[in-house]
């Protein structure tokens, strides 16, 4: 059992901490919530090694706590020493691209951003992303249209203010 355990998360680990880094936009909060979802993985993994899809499971408990985290009260506040840096102007154009898509994606509400993350990061159909998110497939694609629509902009706008 530990070893079949042993063996699905080296396997996938990196794909989690992507997955959760894109949901939350922090890697330190990111690690925090894949050892999370690792933790409650274990305890059922009997259960969950006999699914047709534990990777699925995997994502759903990993956005889950993800929206347990934020529900916290010392979450909602953000206290710094100093000021956060900001991109430099002219740095590599991936890396600013890189840069833009996280903070577009950070400004998406939760449900939109798990939407895209699940879509197009993870390439899961409409279908099963609303399976993992517990709601209906018009609800995906009309959160799908939306998140996207906000990235255009988003992105557009920062296209603006750099060009």
Not at 27 to 46: E, M, P, Q
Not at 55 to 65: E, G, P, T
Not at 109 to 127: G, H, I, K, T, Y
Request: net charge positive.
């Amino acid at each position: 059992m530990a070893d079949d355990f042993r063996e699905y998360v080296s396997a996938r680990m990196d794909g989690f901490r992507r997955t959760a880094y894109l949901l939350c936009g922090d890697w330190h909060l990111a690690d925090d919530l894949v050892s999370t979802a690792l933790f409650k993985l274990l305890k059922h993994w009997r259960r969950v090694a006999a699914m047709d899809d534990p990777d699925a499971y995997v994502r759903r408990v990993i956005l889950r706590c993800l929206l347990d985290e934020r529900r916290r009260p010392w979450r909602r506040e953000a206290a710094w020493e100093w000021p956060p840096d900001r991109p430099v102007a002219g740095a590599d154009q991936p890396v600013t691209d890189r840069v833009a898509l996280t903070a577009a994606l950070a400004a998406l509400p939760p449900r939109q951003r798990a939407v895209v993350v699940l879509r197009f990061f993870n390439d899961l159909s409409v279908e099963q992303t609303a399976a993992e998110l517990g709601c209906t497939a018009g609800t995906v694609k009309s959160q799908t249209a939306r998140a996207l629509a906000s990235l255009r902009t988003v992105i557009s706008e920062e296209a603006i203010h750099r060009g």
